[in-house]
């Protein structure tokens, strides 16, 4: 679809900043691309390549190798079901079927009113609360089918839109980390980087004490 | 080096029982290949970081805690350590990556390229599984793709061994192939509608070790069975890149590049690996013909004809105006041989030096032979300081290009550049300084001088320069000298080496002309002022007049014309009869204009060329010349290394051999050359020029790699220590540098 | 040691004290309150090495999987080499693991607090902690509380107003598990595809990110270093057995009657509390048929491992690990090779396709497993399955050998060889027969039941089906 827009160069800039490296921010820049336009384009990997300075070919590389970056726009809402081995001792195959039948999608696919993606995944991390699932990447626990099925209508009613923001955005803009300038040490380039000043002042602390000991020994 | 540096930089290690001596550092598959164990491999290439993924050359490392399974590419051989590469559970391991990488490669061996040839196929044959256990669905992908215009890519045939992605990133710098998708998804492909568009693509094809990259020129052409392979050198420029031509029934098919230590290893560039395609393509010259006037249709004649009509043009000039009026644009194209024989005919026999070789697009040729030379191994040697001053590499001389990015990238050389724009060098280089045409001697004088900075040149990029310059201190200098562009004269230059002499005599240079074989040809004495040899027409005079049994005075009284001044002869009607040795000077020769009014205006203009060109339309004899990969000989690269060029194909036509044609001309001119062979040219070469003593069969046989001439010279008597700055290369270009 | 013992969980909560007892604990104001940040203090006033050196005397060991020593690991970087790097491993993604996310989302800034003390006793420049992608709540959590911690002056420049400085980086990952092995970590870290790199030479301590000393340890790893510093070495080393000291996290999911994630004594506390104990019981009080002792990686236990103590060496002796803290319980009623055929496609799913046999292997065994359970499979494909994971996983071995280079590949076998054993009628009754195996399996848990050891062998006639 479309370039990072001014703001999200900016922001772009800003992560790229953190890193000792430019290519270390790609994937963050992956991530503001998809909170941008809800999927990963082409023309953003294009212009995450020039920020970073590689070519659009290992964006693409690293992009398609996380399960995360969809390629293709989904759902407002990507709602992942894990099929995972607790889960899966815990049902979680019937919930998957229950899900299809109801949304009348199969999973992989989304739904005509282009609202809901559903997708099996892997193990969540979760594990106790089985089976569980996650709405762009927000988790639900011991979900039952009827959980489900509330969940959908809250969905569709917009009731969670402050709690679930759309495909793409992981963390809200106010929890993001921000370092601040007055605080902020820099990324530790490889080039150039000396012993840590607090590492140098306690070796030549311990060297004098040793020399200063050796001096009172004898 | 001492003993105690012997036994510092070499490990015993044992191989399946074996005793060996390992170098410290080399890794276990190279040793056991080395010892002639064959470990079988498919991601590992020796010119690349190993990656270790294919898992193929899995064998039994013990390093003192019990053997264990460890890729023999990733593992460095250690002092005491016993390998074994054949234990049933290294048999087992690697029957089973084999399997492994068979299950989902398609059946397709009799119609792949690489079928007859492939790594995978060998291995299947030496140690696989013989009937498959797989009878699930293999992976299906879209049959070839191109991802450029020379390259094709199926990716059902891939193994993703990294070869291809690897060589394009951490070789050729172009990482536009890459792994795509994960785990069993993963594949290679480019990024949607962007070409692998890299000037070494075709390099990729050749490391592949099975049919997933090929080559659309040598597409479905020919079974490996049926080619026939001959070692030459490539002369699509004057890096001299070692190759393997195959042919079949008489037709070149495709070069491979030979892994040559000290110059391409393996390596080739597209020009120079797919340039051969002209020579099927393009309309070949295959019958000598005559026209009455240019651009005339030609009148197809006979050798003999075509050879006494030439021959009455000499020697009328030689009559009416002398040899001053005759000249000859060209010979890089020639093999050494046949430049020496062009030498012999136009200085020796007809006695005229207005010969040049370059088109007033190279350097001046005594600065080239009178600087201080480092070969390309020294010049991209691990660490130091290298300074660019020339055409861009990556345009013009691909291999060195990839071998100074390696030292860059790879040997923590820095490399400074001094140029008007950014080159191909730029992007590694540690600082790229702008200086505007010719200003680069003040520039680089600064440089040196450590400040200040010059107008116009930006002072963090001059700081960083200047002071890798002034921290090298104990390093001598390393040079790439060239002229950056056409519209600057040469001088700069020349002035630039001046400048660097001057203030680092210790500076070793690279000088790069592009053109073939034009090193040759100026050792071959194809330049005006300069006999076969490296020597200048007043210091050779006596031995090279004696090597060619002719008196002194037969040889030119005084340096010719260099190109640009026999075209402003002959546009000025001074130049009766001027031969084109395989030259084009209106498409090479900067000022196209005066090209054209000289080859208007000379009554007689000879061709000796390969194809139908611009210039040759304006010929009145064209004498068809055999060319590449239709002659053998030697050629001289830009350190000045020597290497047999191989024919591999019969000559098109009734194309001649060009030292043939100088050999049957001297005949129309009642002249015997003295040579019937390229042996005997060889043999008078040795005899006659200073710079190339010692060159014999034996000699060239010896080291398929080629040697750099001069020789070093046998061990002089202590007597003569004291006469130390003579050398063969000083005694031309004193007056160079 | 009594089958039916129960924890009575008078041990200190080191790492889950503050969350359980708060639901703010997230917040650095109840942080502060409740004694957080003094571990920094404390160890800002001593001496780098002497904070390593308290590490070590604590016996903190990696709660990653692979249980290396803490203080020991941070040994490693070559003296004189800078800059190094912390990466914080937060990518959990091991089926049946879960704890390093509570750790992140519930107390963040004990986390941040143990990154910061590690940093200053290594001397790290920088440290980054890398988040698993698919965690929304835990980078929320965690900007929040890197923001608090860089206003409250814990986290930038002079730490504290020490000399001590340092950026903490929240970066986020994609979606890859592969990317937890701490090499691939580094490569993601780089802004690569999560492929693992070969160690040796890329051992993180000596070449680890952008190829310099790397220290790689997991959120659970460091969550404890504020306690050992504000308790002491010797306090943390009081507790737990053998090479198993301080408490640790065990996440019990699957047929349990209260799955949950339990701070427990470390050494000492055996399966059987784990299962009986603190999580009920199996569900509808049914049998036990195997349980996941340490993540999907790990070759399972049976009844006759209950009462082995969650000791690493214990665990490892029996076949097995404690690998990530994760337990999963089977109970009568399951089906083990559907079971197993979860847990190989996870591996299959999540090769990174660097390896010939992992890339190629794991799915093979996928397809089996798939044309087994959809009634196609035929007598000889059970050996067949075994010879691919031996090609995989040579001999079967535990600790695993492997022709890979790292363990991802070899953790899809462990749980086929732990059923075939085991339960080979299962097997039959997919494949309406019987069926031979000539693969040898080493590992020790790969074992028949104690009681029918004629039945494991697969022989024909042996089961009635
Ligand atoms: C396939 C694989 C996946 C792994 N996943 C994780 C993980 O998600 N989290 C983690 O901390 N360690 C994981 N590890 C272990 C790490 O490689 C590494 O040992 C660990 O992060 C070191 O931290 P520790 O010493 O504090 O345990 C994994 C290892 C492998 C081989
Ligand atoms: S074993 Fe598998 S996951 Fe590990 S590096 Fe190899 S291919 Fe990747
Ligand atoms: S050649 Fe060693 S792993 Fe491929």
């Not at chain 2, 005006?528 to 050779?540: A, H, I, K």
């Not at chain 2, 043999?683 to 710079?691: D, F, G, L, V």
Request: glycine letters at 10%; a negative charge; hydrophobic letters at 40%.
């Amino acid at each position: 679809m479309a370039r990072l827009n001014p703001d999200n160069t900016e922001l772009a800039k800003e992560l790229i900043g953190h890193y000792p490296r430019p290519k270390s921010a790609l994937i963050p820049l992956l991530h503001l691309a998809q909170e941008q336009d809800g999927y990963v384009s082409d023309e953003a990997m294009i212009h995450i390549a020039e920020l970073v300075g590689v070519t659009p070919a290992e964006v693409l590389g690293t992009c398609s190798f996380y399960e995360m970056f969809k390629r293709e726009p989904v759902g407002k809402y990507l709602v992942n079901i894990c099929h995972g081995i607790a889960c899966a001792l815990m049902g979680a195959e019937d919930l998957i079927s229950h899900a299809e039948d109801t949304l009348g999608v199969k999973a992989g696919s989304t739904t005509a009113d282009g609202a809901i993606t559903i997708e099996r995944a892997e193990c969540q991390a979760a594990c106790t609360e089985a089976p569980c699932l996650q709405v762009n990447y927000r988790y639900r626990y011991r979900v039952t089918d009827e959980d489900f099925d509330r969940l959908v209508a809250q969905l569709r009613a917009g009731s969670l839109d402050d709690e679930i923001p759309p495909h793409g955005t992981l963390s809200r803009p106010a929890f993001r980390q921000h370092i601040p300038d007055e605080r902020r040490n820099g990324p530790a380039l490889v080039e150039g980087g000396g012993e840590p000043v607090w590492i140098k002042r306690h070796r030549e602390m311990g060297q004098r004490e040793a020399a200063e000991a050796q001096e009172t020994a004898s | 080096m001492t003993d105690i540096d012997e036994t510092i930089s070499t490990v015993q290690v044992t191989i399946d029982g074996r005793a060996i001596e390992a170098r410290k550092g080399e890794l276990v598959i190279a040793a056991a290949e080395r010892n002639d164990v064959y470990i079988p491999r498919f991601c590992w290439h020796n010119r690349m970081n190993s990656v270790g993924m294919c898992r193929m050359c899995l064998v039994d490392i013990d390093t003192g805690r019990g053997p264990a399974l460890q890729p023999s590419c990733m593992i460095e051989c250690s002092d005491g350590m016993t390998v074994q590469t054949a234990t049933d559970t290294v048999v087992k391991a690697q029957e089973g990556v084999l399997e492994f990488l068979l299950i989902n490669h398609p059946l397709d061996c009799p119609v792949c390229d690489k079928g007859g040839e492939c790594p995978l196929q060998d291995q299947t044959m030496s140690h696989g599984p013989g009937e498959s256990r797989y009878v699930e669905e293999k992976r299906h992908k879209e049959k070839p793709i191109n991802v450029s215009d020379l390259v094709l890519l199926d990716r059902e045939r891939c193994i993703l061994c990294d070869r291809c992605t690897r060589f394009a990133k951490e070789v050729a710098g172009d990482p536009l192939i890459h792994f795509l998708n994960r785990g069993n998804a993963t594949e290679i492909n480019t990024f949607p509608d962007h070409e692998f568009s890299s000037y070494f693509s075709g390099n990729t094809v050749q490391i592949c070790p099975v049919g997933a990259l090929t080559s659309t020129p040598y597409r479905f052409k020919a079974r490996p069975w049926d080619l026939a392979q001959t070692e030459s050198t490539c002369t699509g420029c004057s890096v001299g890149c070692r190759i393997v031509v195959d042919t079949s029934r008489d037709e070149l098919l495709r070069f491979n590049g030979v892994d040559s230590e000290p110059v391409n290893w393996s390596w080739l560039c597209d020009k120079g690996r797919f340039g051969f395609e002209a020579f099927e393509r393009g309309a070949r010259l295959t019958e000598p013909f005559t026209r009455r006037e240019a651009h005339d249709e030609p009148e197809v004649v006979r050798w003999n004809d075509a050879l006494e009509r030439t021959a009455a043009a000499i020697t009328g000039a030689l009559d009416n105006a002398g040899a001053g009026s005759i000249a000859l644009l060209g010979g890089a194209r020639l093999t050494n041989e046949a430049q020496f024989a062009w030498s012999k005919l136009t200085k020796g026999i007809i006695g005229t030096d207005h010969v040049d070789a370059q088109l007033d697009d190279g350097l001046d040729p005594r600065l080239v032979l009178g600087l201080p030379r480092a070969t390309i191994a020294e010049t991209c040697a691990a660490g130091g300081t290298i300074l660019v001053y020339a055409n861009d590499v990556k345009e013009e001389l691909g291999v060195l290009y990839l071998r100074l990015r390696h030292a860059a990238v790879w040997d923590g050389a820095k490399i400074i550049e001094v140029s008007a724009t950014d080159t191909g060098v730029t992007a590694f280089a540690t600082a790229s300084v702008r200086a505007r045409p010719g200003t680069a001697p003040a520039v680089i004088d600064a440089l040196l001088r450590g400040g200040p900075t010059p107008d116009g040149v930006a002072a963090d990029v001059f700081a960083r320069a200047a002071e890798l310059l002034a921290d090298d201190g104990h390093e001598p200098l390393r040079v790439v000298l060239g002229r950056p562009s056409l519209a600057e004269s040469a001088d700069v230059a020349t002035a630039v080496a001046r400048t660097i002499l001057d203030r680092r005599a210790d500076a070793t240079f690279l000088t790069t002309l592009r053109r073939a074989n034009v090193y040759g040809a100026i050792d071959m004495g194809l330049t005006p002022g300069l006999l076969p040899g490296r020597v200048t027409l007043e210091d050779g005079r006596a031995s090279v007049a004696s090597g060619w049994g002719i008196a002194a005075n037969e040889l030119p009284g005084a340096p010719g014309l260099d190109a640009r001044g026999i075209l402003a002869a002959a546009a000025d009607g001074k130049i009766d009869t001027l031969i084109l040795l395989g030259s084009d000077p209106l498409t090479d020769f900067a000022d196209r204009e005066l090209a054209e009014r000289a080859l208007q205006t000379t009554p007689n203009v000879i061709a000796v060329d390969l194809f139908e060109n611009d210039s040759n339309r304006y010929a009145h004899v064209v004498l068809p010349a055999s060319g590449f990969g239709a002659s053998d000989g030697t050629t001289t690269n830009l350190e000045g290394r020597v290497t047999r060029v191989g024919q591999a194909v019969a000559p098109p036509g009734k194309a001649h051999a060009d030292w043939v044609i100088a050999a049957e001309l001297a005949f129309a001119l009642d002249v015997d050359l003295g040579f019937d062979s390229l042996e005997d040219i060889r043999a008078e070469i040795a005899r006659t020029a200073p710079a190339h003593a010692g060159l014999t069969e034996q000699v060239l046989d010896d080291d398929p790699d080629g040697i750099v001439f001069p020789l070093p010279r046998p061990q002089e008597p202590a007597a003569e220590e004291t006469s130390t700055e003579e050398t063969s290369t000083e005694a031309a270009g004193g007056e160079g540098a | 040691m009594s089958g039916d013992r129960v924890n009575t969980d008078q041990i200190p909560h080191i790492v889950t004290g503050r969350l359980a007892a708060h639901d703010d604990a997230h917040t650095i104001a109840r942080y502060e309150a409740t004694g957080g940040y003094a571990g920094l203090r404390a160890a800002l006033e001593r001496t780098p090495d002497a904070v390593t050196a308290e590490v070590k005397e604590a016996s903190l060991l990696g709660r990653g999987g692979a249980g290396f020593p803490a203080g020991v690991k941070w040994g490693f970087c070559p003296p004189g080499v800078w800059p190094r790097y912390l990466v914080v491993n937060g990518d959990e993604s091991e089926p049946g693991t879960y704890k390093d996310r509570i750790l992140m989302e519930r107390d963040p800034h004990q986390l941040i607090e143990g990154i910061l003390i590690a940093c200053y006793a290594i001397g790290c420049a920088q440290a980054f902690l890398y988040c698993r992608g698919e965690m929304a709540l835990a980078h929320e959590r965690l900007g929040a509380a890197l923001n608090e911690a860089y206003a409250a002056g814990y986290v930038g420049k002079n730490i504290m107003g020490t000399d001590y400085s340092i950026d903490v980086v929240l970066h986020w990952g994609a979606g890859a598990y592969i990317v937890g092995e701490e090499t691939a970590l580094i490569e993601s870290l780089e802004g690569n595809r999560g492929m693992p790199r070969l160690k040796p030479p890329f051992f993180p301590a000596a070449k680890g990110l952008y190829l310099q000393p790397t220290v790689v340890n997991n959120v659970e790893t460091l969550s404890n270093l504020p306690w050992i510093m504000t308790n002491g070495a010797a306090a943390f080393h009081a507790l737990g057995a053998e090479t198993s000291r301080g408490t640790r996290l065990f996440a019990v999911s699957g047929h349990v009657k209260n799955p949950g994630v339990h701070e427990v004594e470390f050494g000492t506390t055996t399966f059987r509390d784990l299962i009986y104990g603190y999580c009920g019981g199996i569900r509808e009080d049914r049998d036990l048929k195997a349980f996941v002792p340490g993540g999907a990686s790990s070759p399972w236990f049976f009844e006759e491992h209950l009462d082995l103590p969650l000791e690493t060496k214990a665990v490892g002796n029996a076949g097995s690990m404690l690998g990530s803290g994760a337990v999963v319980v089977m109970d009568s009623e399951t089906d083990v090779v559907k079971a197993s055929r979860t847990l190989v496609r996870f591996f299959a799913t999540e090769s990174c396709g660097k390896c010939t046999p992992c890339r190629e292997g794991t799915t093979w065994m996928e397809r089996i497993l798939d044309r087994i359970i959809a009634g196609q499979g035929r007598p000889e494909d059970v050996d067949l399955l075994l010879d691919v994971c031996d090609n995989i996983s040579p001999e079967l071995t535990w600790p695993p050998k492997q022709t890979t280079i790292c363990p991802l590949g070899p953790s899809a076998p462990p749980s086929v060889a732990s059923i075939v054993r085991r339960f080979p009628e299962e097997f039959e009754r997919y494949l309406g027969t019987s069926f031979e195996v000539t693969v040898a399996m080493k590992g020790a848990a790969y074992v028949p039941k104690p009681d029918t050891a004629a039945v494991a062998t697969g022989t024909p006639g042996e089961t009635a089906s």
